[in-house]
């Protein structure tokens, strides 16, 4: 190819639509030194720091470089791409290694060095240190699932094949895929462990198609000792990888090698899964994680706080385990939203710090009267009104005005419904409650003395 030198550097705008594309560990690891070197209606030059890294990127990113040049240039529609690395004896010994970002805390790889260079030649991932099953809090939610797993990493191709996780976001599938990576390595045997998300399979096998190199591709995924694919469910509504996954799902069974998929969805939930490959993740065990109950998150904030070296109340513990009951992530992130508030306001964790870093009232889901009482009494100090006044028929301004906002501060700072509050007001409908808390909610958004004003009135009934 022969190409003018650029005159405006496109490299950011590349970069920009790459990062768009890949997960950052991806693009750290394999896009980051990638120069557009040259463009040209029929063609793109890029450069890299190496061969190795080149021939990384021809063989398992040529679609997404291609999509990534598309939407950040202006090129004709069959363009050309070329990745060019300097010559071996120009760069430091040719095939030189590429630079893993260290994986932190993990003990030096001694006998299993080949395992772990196997997999991160190989794999879309960096292993995350953390994603062991030291680390791993087992309860009924996930029991099945987390010893299904240690007994896949202990004697894989055992009675677990494959072994298929389903369940929400956020409770834990990725980990627990990582951990039979981690000990499936450390086992001293030799292990050719491959871990990729869905979308990487998909990816490399469209460009491998592209490429007309579909007999490198099999190969590759055909000569591992286990292959763990995340988010298996990516495969809906892609009939040709389906395709090619069960065939290469049947090739590992039958060599006897493990296989293990997570979804979000049991397998016969998968929308357009194809029935044979729905009947192949049934052969195997498939265990469902399922929300952790009160318990199992008390016992894994007790942990998150442990890792992070933090001295937790167990009254801040159990606040947080009866408040959060959606996943182990969101459990995680109130753990490290507390913590982060107490330090930036110079105090030890308790339960009010906890509260109001969750941006909870301080009185908490326990329904409080006491709460309302106060609420009115602040109103009607401030507004001049009696508190039979608020409580009565008479809807001119001077009156009616402080009602709402004694309605809406009920909403915002007690737990009380729109029904209750409705009956501390004289026995009032739901929906006028609604719609006064619905008109003060707008007033503060558009008039910051009056925003302010409510704001006071807000600390005064709480005290301060
Ligand atoms: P998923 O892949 O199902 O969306 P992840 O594996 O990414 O969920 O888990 C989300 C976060 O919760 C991770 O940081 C993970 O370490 C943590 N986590 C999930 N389950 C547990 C558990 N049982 N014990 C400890 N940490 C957990
Ligand atoms: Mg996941």
Redesign the pocket.
Known sequence: MTMAEVPVNPTSQFHDAIRQRVSKQQYDLWFKSIAVKAVEDGGVELSVANAFISEWLSSYYAEVIREALDKALTLSDDFAVEISAPAPEESSGGYAPIEMPAPVDTPAPDPTADNHQFFLQHSDVVLNPKYTFENFVAGPSNQLAHAAAMAVADAPAGSYNPLFLHGN??LG???L?QAICHKAMQSGKSMNVLYLSSETFVNQFISAIGDGELDRFRYRYRNVDMLLI??IHLLANKERTQDEFFHTFNALYNAGRQIVL?SDSPPGEIPTLKERLISRFKWGLVAEMAAPGYETRLAILRRKAADRGEQIAEEVLSFLAENIDTNIRELEGAVTKVVGYAQLIHQTVDISVAKRALGYRDSGRSPSVTGIERILDVVCKDYGVRITDLQGRKRTQSIAFPRQVAMFLARKLTPLSLEEIGGHFGGRDHSTVLYAVDKIRRRTTEDVDFARQVRRLELQTQGR
């Open positions: 976001v956020g599938k990725t980990h895929l995340d988010d997570s």
